[in-house]
């Protein structure tokens, strides 16, 4: 009935029985240096399932269209179809990561306003960063559509500002994707979980995210727990 229509690093994408649906199923599965370093970890699909429903559910609460549709169990959720426009779209607040890297800039630094990046979804290649020229030159999507993921991702970035905010954490950077739906429209996809985004706790400066993983610095499953825990938090469940 249910066919693997997909395997990623951290998810699998399933058919259901309508044509404009599909489960995904968060795996208990690691991976850093796009595929280079990965290990099984238990209980990572269920946390990032978990946090990923949480965030979709505010960001439709707040006017965002997005491909989620509901939780199906722990480690499953229900989705819109959509075909991912392969672009990682990068919004960021503070210096880290591969921004720091590649300008020899230090971390931690508050940038004056966020800076948006793009990077071209293609293993083969290592995901190279890409420019809206060559976006554009390579018909990945049109101007119209890139000015919209734009908006789209800033405005998705103030709203997880405050959200995490509320729970004691500073969004640092994330990634998000995008898709088109069966009527062309444009909607935020794919997830949004410790895995995709940098957290640091307001008061420590800790890492909550998958840094603790790539950098080998903590335990992943407990700092995943923290941030279902404080996201349950808010919603006062
Ligand atoms: O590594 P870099 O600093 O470019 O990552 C920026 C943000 O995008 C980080 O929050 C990271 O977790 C996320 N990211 C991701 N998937 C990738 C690359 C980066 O979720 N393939």
């Not at 722990?74 to 590649?102: C, H, M, W, Y």
């Not at 995709?196 to 998958?210: G, I, N, P, Q, V």
Request: hydrophobic share 40%.
């Amino acid at each position: 009935m249910s066919e693997v229509l997909y395997l990623g690093k951290a998810k699998s994408v399933h058919s259901t029985d309508k044509l404009d649906e599909l489960r995904l199923v968060y795996l208990d599965q690691a991976t850093a240096l796009n595929g280079k370093k990965k290990d099984e970890i238990l209980g990572k699909g269920q946390l990032n399932n978990e946090i990923s429903s949480k965030i979709f559910s505010y960001l439709t609460e707040q006017g965002i269209n997005n491909h989620w549709i509901k939780q199906l169990s722990d480690t499953e959720q229900l989705v819109k179809s959509v075909t991912i426009i392969p672009l990682e779209v990068v919004v960021r607040n503070i210096s880290a990561g591969s921004f720091s890297k590649r300008f020899g800039i230090k971390e931690g630094l508050k940038l004056p306003t966020p800076i948006l990046e793009f990077y071209y979804k293609d293993d083969a290649l290592d995901d190279p960063f890409i420019n809206e020229d060559h976006i554009d030159y390579l018909k990945i999507a049109s101007k119209e559509d890139i000015a919209l993921i734009k908006e789209q991702a800033l405005k998705i970035n103030n709203i997880l500002i405050d959200l995490f905010s509320s729970i004691g954490l500073t969004l640092v950077d994330f990634k998000l994707e995008f898709g088109r739906d069966s009527s062309g429209q444009i909607i935020l996809a794919d997830e949004v979980t410790p895995d995709t985004c940098r957290l640091w706790d307001k008061e420590t400066l800790a890492s909550l995210d998958k840094d603790v993983y790539r950098k080998d610095t903590g335990d992943l499953v407990s700092v995943y727990k923290e941030v279902a825990k404080r996201l349950n938090e808010i919603k006062g469940e």
